[in-house]
């Protein structure tokens, strides 16, 4: 599993609450991605990270932001949840100093705004 | 732009059957394509990936370049490759990953 976890892995909120989902690896990879799986949309990248504090914008931004201060922690933070925002989230590392491709998943958050 | 197709939502086929789940992709540069699959209550996990060129459970994919397409094909279907899977497109010199939507694949026995 590439030391990779991810919490909560369940959660409901209210329209309009913050929500901050954490992604931790063990084992000090630079490349860590938030995606959001969807049906009929598959897998949508959110925010990725190559290195503590620098991190860039993924198709699906907009209500997402990110933040890397040390290494093995990427947060995604979903600054007011709307229900449009209800999603199974996913957290991915890419081992080595580069993504050739290979991504190692979490097992996923599931996140319900009601 | 850059984009992954999947054109078929789900596939359904029996036992023993021949399987191909279709993947296009939309790309100017020279592209690195991937499968990924996810069984039931497993994470999302590599199948195989087109530079290598290899069998992984059976399945092969070629990559067409002259109709951008990385179809993923098994000859005889078996009951464990029920799974959603994900054609990916890596974007040479980008540090990113573009899936497609995802094709849930049903084996009937």
């Known amino acids: 599993d590439a030391g990779i976890t991810q919490s909560p892995r369940h959660k409901v909120t209210e329209t309009g609450t913050p929500v901050t989902l954490r992604c931790h690896q063990t084992?000090?990879?630079?490349?860590m991605y938030w995606y959001r799986q969807d049906p009929g949309h598959g897998l949508r990248l959110i925010h990725y990270s190559y290195g503590v504090k620098d991190t860039d914008k993924g198709e699906v931004s907009d209500g997402y932001s990110v933040s890397r201060s040390k290494t093995e922690d990427f947060l995604l933070t979903l600054e007011s949840a709307t229900s449009s925002q209800t999603s199974v989230y996913f957290c991915a590392i890419s081992p080595g100093t580069a993504n050739t491709g290979e991504l190692f998943f979490g097992e996923g958050s599931r996140l319900t705004v009601l | 732009a850059q984009r992954v197709t999947q054109p078929e939502k789900l596939l359904s086929v029996f036992k023993g059957a021949p399987v191909e789940l279709k993947c296009n992709y939309s790309?100017?540069?020279?592209?690195?394509l991937f499968w990924y699959v996810q069984y039931s209550r497993q994470r999302l996990q590599l199948l195989l990936r087109h530079i290598s060129r290899e069998s992984i459970k059976g399945f092969t994919a070629d990559l067409n370049k002259g109709e951008t397409s990385f179809h993923l094909k098994k000859p005889f279907a078996q009951e464990e490759d029920s799974a959603m899977y994900y054609c990916a497109l890596r974007i040479q010199g980008a540090q990113k990953l573009v899936f497609g939507q995802g094709t849930r694949l049903t084996i009937n026995p």
């Open positions: 790309y100017s540069g020279s592209p690195e």
């Open positions: 084992e000090n990879h630079r490349y």
